[in-house]
């Protein structure tokens, strides 16, 4: 059973970092591209992050956050800083499935919520 | 970036009911396009992917169609557990996008 277990939100000031972390069980974790998508109250989700043998982001927070992962501790990570108001979501951490030419979001852990808020 | 149109927003349907949601694209994206469903406090689940092959466990209810730019998610006959929001996600050069999500109510 594929399981995803993300952890390392909270409140944080505008402009304070944060660190999330993903643990991934019940698949070969470093054989898949994994991502994380967030999804702000009351929106629809959004893609974050991207890694697989690249890192991608999206536009509204390339340069602020940093994905990245440890494949012997089967971890997945988002460095998040210069955090503003708009990235108050729930954070998901994802695995991939690629078919053909498109990675599509399987599976989904349960979600750590960040609040930026003064 | 392409833009993903999704309609309508939200339907209001009865159970045993046919009900159909569109996705269109800005621009052709052949078959690269997924059906999500999502439930209040749980994460988006993965109906379809490849614009028409059902996800693992999917019931045979689901079904979808289309390429190019039109895309269409069918619930053949809707069950008290469907009622939810469905979102279209699609991929172009690493650039992920969901569509607005339509609300399929009681």
């Known amino acids: 059973q594929e399981l995803l277990v993300e952890s390392g939100g909270g409140v944080v000031q505008p402009g304070g970092s944060l660190r999330l972390s993903c643990a991934a069980s019940g698949f070969n974790f470093g054989g898949y591209d994994m991502q994380w998508v967030r999804q702000a109250p009351g929106k629809g989700p959004e893609w974050v992050a991207f890694i697989g043998s690249e890192q991608y982001y999206a536009d509204s927070v390339r340069g602020r956050f940093t994905i990245s992962r440890d494949k012997s501790r089967k971890m997945l990570y988002l460095q998040m800083n210069s955090l503003r108001s708009d990235d108050t979501a729930i954070y998901y951490c994802?695995?991939?499935?690629?078919?053909?030419?498109?990675?599509?979001?399987?599976?989904w852990g349960q979600g750590t919520l960040v609040t930026v808020s003064s | 970036a392409i833009q993903m149109t999704q309609s309508p927003s939200s339907l209001s349907a009865s159970v045993g009911d046919r009900v159909t949601i569109t996705c269109r694209a800005s621009q052709g994206i052949r078959n690269d396009l997924g059906w999500y469903q999502q439930k209040p406090g749980k994460a988006p689940r993965l109906l379809i992917y490849g614009a028409s092959t059902l996800h693992t466990g999917v019931p045979s209810r689901f079904s979808g169609s289309g390429s190019g730019t039109d895309f269409t998610l069918t619930i053949s006959s809707l069950q008290p557990e469907d009622f939810a929001t469905y979102y279209c996600l699609q991929d172009s050069n690493y650039v992920w996008t969901f569509g607005q999500g339509t609300k399929v109510e009681i």
């Open positions: 994802v695995k991939g499935l690629r078919v053909a030419t498109m990675t599509y979001f399987d599976s």
